[in-house]
């Protein structure tokens, strides 16, 4: 998440009411989750377990729970609590705002575009040209759809990650300030819902054609031309890269890359990445070959039960 201007260190831990390593004016001109960070951003880490990855990442200030050296070129932000501290830093930089009416005056809607009644577009939304939006929809803020888009009644763009620390007494919610966009020539079918980034944007590339009730989790890049069927559950963080298909009721860990034209056979459970040109099934799923190789075995059992019976006879 880009900083609408750059801030300076010492802005920022005035912000926190944080002490700091570095120099007052080092600049900063954003946050990140640390599998998308960049040169310029803080990233938070709470767990000795991730701080030699936090401060070898290419964040430029790492907002840290304990003082610890200082790598050549970055700064700290020392916080007793980094997860409270990323979550003020989202509402402080580009927190909720309240909707006044059913289409905001500041969404930018391309020529030639429909949307039908009862629709709910937020602000500095962008919708190109050409697109359809059929009723009880609702797009949140800041959500960018490109041309030639068809968006099917009851979807939902840009609702919030489901990420939560869990706390001793309760699950403490990582607030979300990222967004969702939508590349030209997709479709969304009825009550498909997509998260937007913790901190970046949620993607859908060109071409790709999704069905009804199908979850899309924060952070996951979908690729060009993809074909995704009904009631499939994508975590967060997923790279599905071009020309995938999925069929219906597929589930799918968070963190995984699934391979250029793999197939993903229906009700499979994927907990690794998938090979590019390879079909996939069951669960856990697995090459379509051994699969089916294993389920030949498993049929055979009764038979080899019974040899092995007359045998001990």
């Keep these: 998440m880009k900083f609408p201007s750059p801030h300076t260190l010492k802005q920022i831990a005035t912000i926190l009411n944080c002490s700091y390593v570095g120099e007052d004016e080092f600049p900063i001109v954003g946050m990140n989750e640390i599998h998308v960070i960049g040169h310029g951003e803080i990233v938070f880490v709470d767990h000795p377990k991730y701080y030699d990855k936090a401060l070898q990442s290419k964040a430029s200030v790492i907002l840290i729970n304990k003082e610890v050296e200082c790598p050549e070129g970055k700064a700290l932000l020392i916080s007793d609590d980094p997860f409270r501290d990323f979550n003020k830093l989202t509402d402080y930089f580009g927190g909720f705002k309240k909707a006044s009416q059913d289409i905001s005056e500041t969404a930018e809607i391309g020529e030639g575009s429909i949307v039908q009644p009862n629709v709910f577009i937020g602000h500095d939304v962008k919708i190109g040209k050409n697109c359809l939006i059929h009723s009880n929809v609702s797009i949140y803020d800041g959500v960018e759809i490109g041309d030639n888009v068809i968006i099917h009644s009851g979807v939902v763009l840009g609702a919030d990650a489901f990420y939560y620390k869990n706390r001793q007494t309760y699950h403490d919610k ?30 859908i590339k ?28 994508i975590a967060g963080c997923v790279v599905v890269e071009d020309e995938v298909t999925i069929w219906g009721q597929v589930g799918i860990a968070s963190g995984l890359t699934i391979g250029r034209k793999s197939v993903i056979l229906a009700t499979s459970g994927v907990s690794k990445n998938c090979e590019p040109g390879t079909t996939y099934f069951g669960s856990p799923a697995a090459d379509i070959r051994k699969k089916y190789r294993e389920l030949a075995s498993v049929s055979r059992l009764p038979d080899v039960m019974n040899q092995l019976k007359k045998h001990l006879k």
């Design 174 to 203: 990582l607030k979300s300030g990222g967004s969702v966009m939508i590349e030209s020539d997709v479709e969304l079918g009825a009550n498909t819902t997509i998260d937007k980034g913790v901190t970046a944007k949620t993607i």
């Design 206 to 233: 060109k071409g790709t054609k999704i069905d009804n009730q199908v979850q899309i989790g924060h952070d996951t890049i979908i690729g060009e031309r993809c074909i995704i069927a009904a009631q499939v559950g």
